[in-house]
């Protein structure tokens, strides 16, 4: 927890940032490289490179290459990572950005001894298993999940409010550094008077029967993580379009999110997310700092805790999902 404490520190860097930039040089056009933990079609990297686009397209090179960890197996991450330095080699990058977990274990080790800036975004593990002591030319945004205010927002939404919630989540590198830094080794909890349940699978059928048996097991709703590394019995990996869409048709009870790539037509409802444009908005700006001619070493990583309401409204209407004009006036909706 000691991570969030991070979060008060950051209007004084901020500052600091701006002074730094106002006195720095300005830069010729740079070549910034990408690395996806994940693939070109997964929703939250198209969000977060998009966001760097419209940062930088027309004033710096963006190049994106990925590991697809979320589909190869894991005995091939190695493998993946080695194929990404050769494109860091022969691209020959002025600054680094790493998406999500995966690609910050995988490629620092790997970065360390070019001295090339690195950004990360979408970062679920502590402070401490990145060994930036060590990686002196690392920095970024840390992400977590908004437990506290998802639970306070859908106690507002649902009426009643709800006593008991199942958190759904694939057994992922991200998912269980997103539970075990807040939770420990605990998958139960009572936040603001409501009581969840967490679940980490990437099992299919367990996943599909945890959505089942939701209402005969007393839950009044669903808030869902990544969903994005099950595979089913042959070990396959899972559509995650088609598990999603399979959430939507057969859970009894209303599904939130806690990411905005899980709220859509025939998906779930919505809720108070993260989302990937705003980690990669956060993370560009500091990249362009670091352009302008500001050290790493004056950017200390902090934790986002930005977040905003993102409803679709075809879920909505099928769980007779409403809300508060306030509320309403703030949200993002899809259909």
């Known amino acids: 927890m000691n991570v969030y404490h991070v979060v008060k520190s950051i209007n004084k860097n901020i500052f600091l940032l701006v002074f730094l930039l106002l006195a720095a040089p300005v830069c010729m056009a ?66 680094v950005v790493l998406g999500d977990d995966n690609a ?12 090339i800036p690195v950004v990360f975004l979408g970062v679920n593990s502590p402070l401490s298993k990145l060994n930036l002591d060590i990686h002196k030319n690392v920095t970024g945004v840390l992400e977590r999940p908004l437990y506290v205010e998802t639970i306070k927002h859908i106690r507002k939404v649902m009426k009643p409010a709800p006593k008991k ?15 075990n830094e807040t939770f420990g080794d605990a998958r139960t909890a009572n936040i603001r008077r409501t009581d969840i349940d967490i679940l980490l699978t990437n099992d299919e059928a367990d996943w599909k029967n945890a959505i089942k048996d939701t209402q005969d097991n007393g839950y009044d709703g669903i808030i869902l993580g990544t969903y994005h590394t099950i595979r089913n019995s042959d070990d396959e990996y899972a559509a995650p379009s088609k598990l999603i869409n399979w959430a939507h048709h057969h859970s009894q009870v209303p599904l939130f999110a806690f990411w905005d790539l899980a709220v859509g037509q025939g998906m779930a409802a919505g ?45 909505m209407e099928k769980w007779n999902i409403k809300l508060n004009t306030m509320t309403a006036s703030q949200t993002f909706y899809i259909q």
Do not use: C
């Open 30 to 95: 740079q070549t910034i490289l990408i690395v996806e933990s994940y693939h070109p079609e997964y929703n939250w990297d198209k969000n977060y490179i998009q966001a760097f686009e419209d940062q930088f397209l027309g004033t710096h090179n963006i190049e994106v290459t990925y590991l697809d960890t979320k589909r190869i197996a894991k005995s091939e991450f190695e493998a993946s990572a080695d194929r990404v330095m050769k494109v860091f080699h022969r691209i020959k990058p002025d600054l």
């Open 165 to 179: 919630m199942l958190v759904l989540m694939d057994n992922s590198t991200t998912m269980q550094a997103a539970v």
């Open 271 to 315: 809720g108070y997310v993260v989302s990937g444009y705003d980690q990669g908005r956060l993370a560009a700006r500091l990249s362009h700092f670091i352009l302008k001619g500001v050290s790493v070493s004056d950017i200390k990583p902090f934790v986002s805790n930005v977040g905003r309401y993102v409803y679709s409204k075809s879920a």
């Open 104 to 115: 910050n274990l995988l490629m620092i080790p790997r970065l360390s001894d070019s001295n």
